[in-house]
């Protein structure tokens, strides 16, 4: 069993920046799981903005609405996953939801309880 927990978000003007943070915990070493964030806005499906591949993380994939804007990282040792939003555009307000993705699952694992952005002058 893992437990995700994300913080980091809030209310940020357009062009602004926000660091989302996922801390997991659990007996599970972080670092088999592929880490991921996922958001979901009002009246849409929830759609994945990134993910990073377990181990060394070698390997990120991102959304084309926020490539070049966003970077996912991680720290295996601190058990956490960070994703750097820059440059933020209205469309990018929605719940952000971390996830873990175990090395046999095509879907995510387990779900953090989600952490609000919002993007507004």
């Known amino acids: 069993q893992v437990h995700l927990v994300e913080s980091g978000g809030g209310l940020v003007q357009p062009g602004g920046s926000l660091r989302l943070s996922c801390q997991a915990s659990?007996?599970?070493?972080?670092?088999?799981?592929?880490a991921g964030w996922y958001r979901q806005a009002p009246g849409k499906e929830r759609e994945l903005v990134a993910e990073?591949?377990?181990?060394?993380?070698?390997?990120?994939t991102y959304a084309d609405s926020v490539k070049g804007r966003f970077t996912l990282s991680r720290d295996n040792a601190m058990y956490r996953a960070y994703l750097e939003m820059n440059n933020v555009k209205p469309e990018d307000t929605a719940v952000y939801y971390c996830?873990?993705?175990?090395?046999?699952?095509?879907?995510?694992?387990?779900w953090g309880q989600g952490t609000q952005v919002t993007v507004s002058s």
């Open positions: 996830s873990a993705r175990g090395p046999l699952s095509s879907r995510p694992d387990y």
């Open positions: 659990g007996k599970i070493p972080f670092r088999v799981f592929t």
């Open positions: 990073i591949s377990a181990g060394d993380g070698d390997s990120t």
